[in-house]
């Protein structure tokens, strides 16, 4: 494992959005030119957690995910601060404003084969603006879920074929311990 750690970092494609990479004998993917994401946890004052559905090309079918973009994608946008795209993230997609982001910390989502990391954030005093759904082209579909029955609506949504992102792990985690 020294002599990986060791190795240089070698680029062995790279396309707009993700890079492919190996040191040592290790291969991963990251994004590309600094690129992160952040992830919002947004519960309401009627303790309903707020979800995204959207198509995932990679899975080949929808999945159902906390709201969450990425952070300086875009030329005008390099060197954002997270929270701002988190909150601009959070209206775009769900059509929720946040009268406070708090920051819970960076993690990293599939260590073992990603370098990827997101910023979570716990969205504060939801107002609704709008109906949602994103910008041109994400198609995404909003969903208010009653905390206490989230595992309900998440073996209903197995049930008809959807994924369930990682991070809906911790809605369950939380739940189970109470």
Not at 89 to 103: I, K, S
Not at 126 to 143: K, M
Not at 160 to 178: E, S
């Amino acid at each position: 494992m020294t002599a990986d750690r060791d190795a240089p970092e070698e680029v062995m494609w790279e396309g707009r959005f993700i890079t492919a990479k190996r040191r040592g004998r290790w291969e991963y993917v990251g994004r590309a030119r600094g690129i992160h994401a952040a992830v919002i946890l947004a519960v309401d004052a009627e303790d309903h957690v707020i979800l995204v559905e959207q198509y995932r090309v990679p899975l080949g079918r929808p999945c159902i995910e906390l709201p969450a973009g990425l952070v300086g994608d875009h030329d005008h946008n390099q060197g954002e601060d997270p929270g701002i795209a988190a909150a601009r993230e959070l209206e775009e997609e769900t059509g929720y404003r946040a009268g406070r982001m708090e920051n819970l910390g960076e993690f990293f989502s599939s260590p073992g084969m990603v370098s990827e990391s997101f910023t979570l954030f716990r969205a504060h005093d939801l107002v609704r603006t709008s109906a949602g759904g994103g910008v041109d082209g994400e198609d995404i579909r909003v969903h208010r879920v009653p905390l206490t029955a989230i595992e309900a609506h998440m073996a209903d949504w197995r049930a008809q074929g959807y994924a369930m992102d990682v991070k809906l792990l911790m809605l369950l985690g939380a739940k189970l311990l109470g």
